[in-house]
């Protein structure tokens, strides 16, 4: 059974840094696309940032880009998403997923596009 856990959420104050962690278990995922989203109460779940097989092309919404990071281990079947500069509207429940199969190198940013969810890690940031 293929399971997601994710873990690092906080309450922290506004300019601080938070890391998640994405463990996956079940199979491997060495060869499939990674994510993350966010929802918000009351608004649509958000394509945070992606990352494909190899870990070196990522994408980053650009209101997150240059203070979040994501970043991957094959060998430990985890992603990671490195936070700082946060800021209160940063604070939503963040979610990793694994994309479908047919993604290797193209990065997709809809939730539809992805097969496997983790339950999710609050982050809240105060002002």
């Known amino acids: 059974q293929v399971q997601l856990v994710e873990s690092g959420g906080a309450l922290v104050q506004a300019g601080g840094s938070l890391s998640l962690s994405c463990a996956a278990s079940?199979?491997?995922?060495?060869?499939?696309?990674m994510g993350w989203f966010r929802q918000a109460p009351g608004k649509e779940r958000e394509i945070v940032a992606a990352i494909n097989w190899t870990g070196i092309g990522t994408y980053h919404a650009d209101s997150v880009k240059g203070r979040f990071t994501i970043s991957r281990d094959n060998a430990k079947n985890t992603v990671y998403l490195q936070m700082s500069s946060l800021k209160p509207e940063d604070t939503a429940l963040y979610y990793c997923?694994?994309?479908?199969?047919?993604?290797?190198?193209?990065?997709?940013?809809?939730?539809?596009?992805?097969?496997?969810w983790g339950q999710g890690t609050q982050v809240t940031v105060s002002s």
């Open positions: 997923a694994v994309a479908s199969s047919e993604y290797r190198f193209t990065l997709p940013l809809q939730p539809r596009d992805y097969e496997y």
């Open positions: 079940g199979r491997t995922f060495r060869n499939n696309v």
